[in-house]
């Protein structure tokens, strides 16, 4: 089977893993921003088995073993998920911090993406801590969303090679929508909080209205974005850090997780565990 072995590293990729690789010819090595990257065009038998071998012995170097046509072609749509991915902070936590229920809202946040607890629910349950904040507190909360290290250098990568690119997340969309304008992302969806006028002033009632974006939300929007922008979900890269983003892995034609929680990382094609989320591009687009 024609596979792509890619290789990404913030320090230099030792020659002893590269060995690993089934030799070939085709083999594109430069250097990045945050390091190295390798990627060398070659056959396997069982790419599952080679993956699970590399990743053994690859230490904190991220490895992708890829199959089918993003292995030749660069992905055409890039899904994101937000929180601890797009970006270093969770929005819920950063709300919760002003209603004085940081610590509380932060433990049950943590359970929630190592899958301990239903997303819905546990959403539910943080987002009622927010009963009669004024909805000003997203002015407040907004600018303390801290893009990743690398998050514009990976938009701009997946624009250079053509592709469509949104975010699909757990987090609000008071803040998501002014992210994705302030990124000029092709798609986003998020919660949406329901607000009440009381004595005179717009606050939040503790509720979430609509669809709650979880795991089968987040799968339901990378089909939806793919389809309405006329790409295959074969070409589709999703990347996440937590639990609530397996829906969309699965859905994808290439998954990535990203400095992720056991499970997630266990579930992805490609697991990068250091703090350059633009070391997506090495595994999603071509680089000559």
Request: aromatic share 4%; proline share 4%.
């Amino acid at each position: 089977m024609e596979i792509r072995v890619t290789l990404a590293a913030m320090g230099p990729i030792p020659a002893s893993l590269v060995a690993l690789v089934p030799q070939s010819e085709q083999v594109i090595s430069d250097e990045t921003l945050y390091g190295q990257r390798i990627s060398i065009f070659t056959e396997h038998d069982d790419p599952e088995q080679l993956l699970a071998a590399l990743r053994s012995v690859a230490g904190n170097v991220a490895v992708g073993v890829v199959s089918g046509p993003i292995a030749r072609l660069s992905a055409q749509l890039l899904m994101m998920d937000v929180d601890s991915t797009l970006t270093t902070t969770e929005a819920i936590d950063l709300l919760a911090g002003h209603a004085g229920v940081g610590d509380e809202v932060a433990e049950i946040t943590e359970r929630a993406m190592r899958g301990e607890l239903d997303f819905g629910e546990s959403l539910r349950e943080r987002v009622a801590t927010l009963e009669g904040l004024p909805i000003s507190v997203f002015d407040d909360v907004f600018p303390a969303m801290t893009l990743t290290p690398g998050a514009v250098e990976l938009i701009a990568a997946a624009r250079q090679a053509g592709a469509r690119v949104g975010v699909t997340s757990g987090g609000f969309t008071h803040l998501v929508g002014p992210l994705a304008e302030q990124l000029g992302l092709d798609f986003y969806n998020a919660n949406q909080l329901e607000t009440a006028v009381v004595d005179g002033s717009e606050v939040l009632t503790g509720r979430v209205v609509g669809t709650v974006v979880d795991r089968d939300q987040k799968a339901r929007d990378l089909l939806r974005f793919a389809d309405e922008s006329g790409v295959d979900p074969a070409m589709s890269v999703a990347v996440g850090d937590g639990a609530n983003d397996l829906g969309m892995f699965a859905a994808a034609g290439l998954s990535v997780a990203y400095c992720a929680k056991p499970v997630t990382a266990a579930a992805a094609d490609v697991a990068i565990g250091f703090p350059r989320l633009d070391a997506v591009a090495a595994f999603a687009f071509r680089t000559d």
